[in-house]
């Protein structure tokens, strides 16, 4: 089992088990909350400064996502699909605690968390609350693999999970925005919003999202295994093309910035409102659901890739159903762009929480980065499974 029990390793890394896991970690992963913060200020800037880049980089599309925001997203994802172990899924299948508890997370607690902290913050703004409430219907299926990998969670759950998300996201995303947005603020005596939602396009969103790079990384280990073995492929084919998740990490971000850049700079008071439910949410639903997955007896690597499941979010999904619904200059547009501002520190920062926590609330296992050297031996899989 990819029980990620070590931070992932790379150039300028220490092998040494008993080092700190900060010292485990390649120089682009240490200090990777410094370059998600220059990519940011680079897209900010962008967008302020270069006329005309928002439309030009908006000028090609795939599944309504600008063709580089499209491109930066797959080329993120596929490293990490990559060393997905897809032959070792079947174990987080027959979980059924850890599927019952994400589905829980995700499509009930989750949705009802931003609905009531978007009414709670935003009453008097119904563009940019309607906005984060369709934030929180769009569940996370892209950078979540970054952050679980980060952290040292389960891989094979983190894929599992994602693959649920996406399923429910097509069928439940459009009965949910009525539900949130109607029928619910109308029980409520609230004010509600009326909104059509083409589950065509959350479809084709996923498909190309999803369904695109993970193909690619089964087929890539399926392929590559067979033709050089599994040994090679996680030590020597690996290391080489999982820099390029971070890269795409971090262009994703910068074009993304680059296309709000002006209205974020010349409206910081409307961000800082925005932001304020977003914060709130995420440390809320991360927090909580760790410990949710502590107490149902789930290891710190499965704990992990459920509370990064369950607290981010489908940026793109929710920015291009906004953009399609209400136009690209709404306020509701705005709220799904300040998204990723608020998500992309946040959770970076709560990579740090959840490694720092792990030795803490998960004593004696096994799957805590540092506790034990990443072994693929039969005596390491054997240690790691009595803890699940």
Not at 140 to 162: P, Q, T
Not at 223 to 244: D, Q, S, V
């Amino acid at each position: 089992m990819s029980t990620q029990a070590s931070a992932p390793a790379g150039p300028g890394a220490t092998t040494d088990p008993g080092a700190p896991v900060a010292a485990q970690m390649s120089f682009l992963d240490r200090y990777l909350a410094v370059w998600i913060l220059v990519a940011m200020a680079t897209g900010l800037l962008l967008g302020r400064f270069v006329p005309g880049i928002a439309d030009a980089l908006d000028t090609v599309k795939v599944a309504d996502v600008s063709l580089p925001i499209a491109f930066g997203l797959l080329v993120m994802m596929y490293p990490v699909l990559a060393k997905v172990r897809y032959d070792e899924t079947h174990r987080v299948t027959s979980d059924r605690r850890l599927l019952a508890l994400s589905l829980l997370l995700n499509w009930i607690i989750g949705p009802a968390l931003m609905f009531t902290l978007a009414w709670l913050m935003l009453p008097d703004l119904p563009e940019y609350r309607t906005g984060l409430v369709v934030v929180g219907l769009a569940r996370c299926i892209a950078m979540v693999f970054i952050w679980n990998d980060l952290a040292c969670g389960d891989r094979e759950a983190a894929a599992v999970l994602v693959a649920i998300n996406s399923v429910f996201q097509v069928i439940a995303f459009a009965g949910l925005g009525w539900f949130y947005l109607q029928v619910l603020p109308g029980w409520l005596g609230l004010e509600t919003t009326s909104a059509d939602f083409s589950v065509w396009a959350i479809a084709l969103s996923v498909l190309v999202f999803l369904g695109i790079p993970l193909l690619a990384g089964f087929l890539t280990r399926h392929f590559g295994e067979k033709a050089k073995g599994r040994e090679w492929y996680e030590e020597t084919f690996l290391p080489k093309i999982g820099p390029w998740a971070l890269y795409g990490l971090l262009f994703t971000i910068v074009v993304l910035f680059a296309f709000q850049g002006d209205a974020i700079i010349e409206r910081p008071l409307d961000v800082a409102r925005i932001a304020l439910p977003l914060l709130a949410y995420f440390v809320i639903m991360f927090g909580g659901s760790l410990l949710a997955a502590r107490a149902s007896g789930l290891n710190y690597a499965k704990s992990t890739a459920v509370a990064f499941t369950a607290a981010g979010n489908n940026f793109e999904l929710a920015i291009a159903v906004s953009i399609g619904t209400w136009g690209v200059a709404s306020g509701q547009a705005l709220a799904g762009v300040v998204g990723p501002l608020i998500e992309v520190p946040v959770l970076i920062a709560l990579v740090y929480v959840s490694l720092w926590a792990g030795k803490r609330l998960f004593r004696g296992d096994p799957t805590v980065p540092g506790a034990i050297h990443q072994d693929t031996s039969a005596a390491a899989r054997a240690a790691g499974a009595e803890h699940r």
